[in-house]
């Protein structure tokens, strides 16, 4: 089958043929439909110095995908093959404090399929039964190739109370773009979102923020303040991972508040935690993933009864092979997902 | 002032001229520009059991209203002459252990305005300070009259978990139905309502109900079951207060899942809790009143955003002295809330 | 080997002969150290309504006990022979949507050893891995095989918060009576215990409750908002499964308090629902089994670090052949606890 | 009467006479029996950065007291001269968006009694009624005195799950030593404590502590790791405010974890918010005052059920006139809590 391959401990990525993995007894066979390139895959590409800590090449990477299950493993129950599936990437030991408490998604031992082993961006990928979450009717291909990332962003939204509540969004990436709907979505209101690159304002604005800010020109903290009654948004979401987004996360949110961090900072920030967050009494929840499967739950909930229009964020679709094309127009800023094909 | 006045211990009410309430020095004249009327009243009507135990006449009543603040007490702090304002007419001791813990909606030494004390069927009302809630830009006058009864609805439908969950409403009178709306902009879905009045379910299509079931033909506990995938809704909410409607909403919660209790029943009801609470591991919630003023807060949130559509259901208006036209639309069925303009 | 066994569709028990069971690739065999008798042997024993409807003899029941690891199955991890361990007998699909929500306690599916196949009343008990409950170091058999009840207690007790909170414990059966040392534990307090058993209202003293209540001559209710600030005990536990347990828990509950239902009515329960639930803005749960494993983590944390002092609850220790007599002192109300020994 | 009075804005503290205050309508005079020095007293006598930018002097400081009722203002209600009391010293507005939301500890416009307005180191002080606790049988004056520091403790342990935890004390203060004393009465365990002072340390042991560290010598991180089952302690608790403590502190709770901040670090800190909160998922609280009178609440029934056994904290009793003995004694690390008598 072609894959898009990491080849070797250096910069780039490969499209090349490597063999059908093979699948155990509990593991299910997928035959990719959709597959979607995250920021992570970016990351990988480059060989950042997280990349070369992390991966081991070669390496079929990729962690957002659906498909059709071609192949069932012997002691599977529960799914047939042909049904639509997508999957959560993050392979759970079962046997942790946190896998027996209902907190699979932070496993002590968790192992990322993409990253960690043999990922979706080829013919088939290889998932545990475990993994496999089923669509069923009335999500389509498109939404099933970006639910990893919408789980990313439900997870955020929906770590604390948000219907009637203020909220603010700080950085438009993908993830944040979706946070927006999702939040409009669940009763969310006013939405703020702040983003430095236009274009992504402009998507901001198509996902249904009430207010959208640049942070090179808007006060955000003090806009915040201006125009909710709690001094400051009931819930300050970051997905930049820029220390000056996360400073303007804790300064935005009320006495009170709620900061839910998915953005993830290179390097150590510093932060005024007495003014931020002591005398404010603030909640701040860091967000790892999604949690399983109870964010799959509400995703699907909210896809299938059609209260989120993602559309305006698929505005790429290439064939798997010119994965290096949707790279660069990810890295120019102009595409928000790039939907491959294999 | 005019007002509608239950004269004496006997059915029926009045309009008449009563004296313009003084105010206290920490109280608040509100001149009334729009009240409604609630069930609650049609029973002080019709003197039935309960008001007999509670209501002493004269009174003048009603509870659901907005106005402009036309005086203001001495030691009043914080509001200003001419603000549209609405209230909580749940007047709270301050004192006891509820009031003391952020639980003043049920104050062990409550008294009710419109109840047991005079109400808002007027053109003006004495209101304590305490209990005013400044209405600000962006909520109409029409919507301020009915901010008790929706503030019901926001209460029972978030007292739990509702974005990108399942959710049945059980009984489609106002608050049901406007619980419906609230469900929907909240992220909840699908939502089941459940009528037995057919002009009420079609106001319960209006209000954004996916499905739509009479309880005299369908098995609402069967199609919820078969509409969601946890067996079950994810939370029932129950505002007939009637035995079957109560025992339907316990029966078509899921395992784990919520039943929310607003509707009053008239007297003991028999429940199977072995197997449909015990077994379950469900959780039910008593709702009473509106959360002071957390569920305010969050009502205005949805309403300043225009996240909630509720005009199908002021489905008349009235001159205040027209009242018992309103209450015999409301007997007959045929409308949802009547507003009335002193 | 020998076993304690349901030999046929009557009442009765019988100490036979039966094969070692046969173990799975992800089971578990364990010989058994102590077992433990639970209320539910002694329905099975009777041949009650509910036995007849669920049980299917020839059968080994029993449910609680602890035992050490004699043989794994080809494809578990993480354990090893000779281990002391115990088991929550809940056996949980892993796939409907309770179990994939955290809350596989109330798994769709479920079957539970001792009742829907064979239990612990034996030489030797096969456990599928995934329900096993390592003890560690620090937990002695004695509290090892009493697990099952105490984690009943538990999930009732920490079902909502209880340090610094008045807790009432409506039936001192050997659930209820664990259940005021786990309050007390917890940081409860006053601690009121109602039993109408004068030998169980002495353990009951001896368990740490702060006040013991007779329900033929005091009235609990009454008691509970005299003791208490806010018109009631915070928490309400009902253990006895009796209509007038039922009714004085809701009843001795201050507004906005919890009630928590383990106890199990054989028959449909009248309630005033208006008065003592809905008015009162009162939280219900249902409980069920404990939750897996996060109730087994916070008995686990309990008894290693000796916060519960359960000695007096031992009373009675027997070889399993001699079963019979165990049930016998159960029923004459003059045993809490009978362990057994294989 | 006499005071301590900061006289003027430079270093030291004055015994002196001063007025007694005089009492507006809804206020209460307090004759103090026993009052006691915090911290925040420290840093007044010094004239620190923080005391140049907040304090207006003359001010008669102290915010630690209990004492009895010696005249009513005229419009309170609920209280009687001579009832033994102590007071939450925020006075909050009751207007502000947090005050209605049952939220009043974090007030925005909130002053405090001995830092904004005249506190508790006289023979007399002046506390609005809406601030007073009464004491009610049961609690000693010596328990009196300390109740805002021990509500700090309690508001920090109770603002997340601790029954059958593991906790960590970062810091052992008295507020530390009293959030030991207090994790263990609510069913924490195992409990570790930190600190770098040997007397402490033994006080830590005093109050219960399973495990004292010394962070001079230990690496308590690791340790909690070693003697935890979910990679780290529950909850850690930091009550030192200094960089290196609080760093400690998000290192040794466990994946899925709480973090509760009390301490104030007096400049900004860096964090490794990636490692340490978002890929660990934790939950990070900060902790401001007590809840307002939730945490009252709480701490009454563990002080009333004599679940707590703080009188090792009790090291001095001086008259208030010797003020700055006990202040030596505190600078010296000497003392617990320092009992003043006027």
Redesign the interface.
């Known amino acids: 089958m072609h894959a898009i391959v990491k080849p070797s401990a250096a910069p780039g990525a490969a499209y090349q043929e490597v063999p059908v993995p093979e699948i155990g007894l509990r593991d299910v066979l997928v035959k990719v439909h959709t597959a979607s390139i995250c920021g992570t895959d970016l990351h990988i590409c480059d060989w950042d110095a997280w990349s070369q800590s992390r991966i081991h090449p070669p390496l079929v990477f990729g962690h957002e995908f659906c498909g059709h299950i071609a192949r069932l493993g012997g002691e599977v129950?529960?799914l047939k093959e042909g049904e639509l599936v997508s999957a959560d990437m993050h392979v759970f030991c079962?046997?942790?404090?946190?896998c027996?408490?209902?907190?699979a998604?932070?496993c002590?031992n968790v192992k990322i399929l993409g990253v960690d082993g043999p990922g979706c961006f080829a013919e088939y990928v290889r998932i545990p039964a475990?993994n496999i979450v089923p669509l069923g009717a009335g999500i389509s291909t498109d939404y099933g190739a970006i639910l990893d990332p919408l789980g990313n962003a439900?997870h955020t939204v929906?770590a604390g109370?948000?219907?009637?509540?203020?909220v603010a969004v700080i950085g438009c990436g993908p993830i944040g773009l979706m946070a927006i709907a999702?939040a409009r979505?669940?009763?969310a209101?006013?939405v703020l979102a702040s983003e430095i690159n236009a274009n992504r304002r402009g998507l901001a604005q198509a996902m249904g923020a009430?207010v959208v800010l640049d942070p090179a020109r808007d006060n955000v903290a003090e806009r915040a303040r201006a125009l909710t009654?709690?001094?400051g948004v009931d819930a300050a979401l970051e997905f930049s991972g820029h220390p000056e987004g996360?400073r303007t996360a804790f300064q935005a949110a009320?006495?009170?508040g709620r900061v839910s961090?998915?953005g993830?900072?290179?390097r150590?920030?510093?932060?005024?935690?007495?003014r931020d967050?002591?005398?404010?009494?603030?909640?701040?929840?860091?967000?790892?993933g999604r949690r399983?499967?109870?964010t799959?739950?509400?995703?699907?909930?909210?896809l299938?009864?059609k209260?989120l229009a993602l559309e305006p964020l698929f505005t790429d679709r290439l064939p798997l092979r010119d994965f290096a094309q949707g790279v660069e127009r990810l890295r120019q800023g102009k595409a928000a997902k790039v939907l491959l094909t294999p």
């Not at 027996?100 to 907190?103: H, K, M, V």
């Not at 799959?296 to 909210?302: D, E, F, K, S, V």
């Open positions: 129950e529960g079962g046997h942790c404090y946190q027996r408490s209902g907190e998604h932070i002590q475990a439900v929906l109370p948000v219907a009637g509540r203020s999702v979505a669940c009763g209101g006013p009430d009654p709690g001094g996360i009320r006495p009170g961090l998915l993830i900072p290179s150590a920030v510093e932060l005024d935690l007495t967050i002591i005398f404010k009494g603030l909640t701040v929840e860091g967000i790892n399983l499967f109870d799959w739950h509400q995703m699907i909930g909210l299938r009864q209260r």
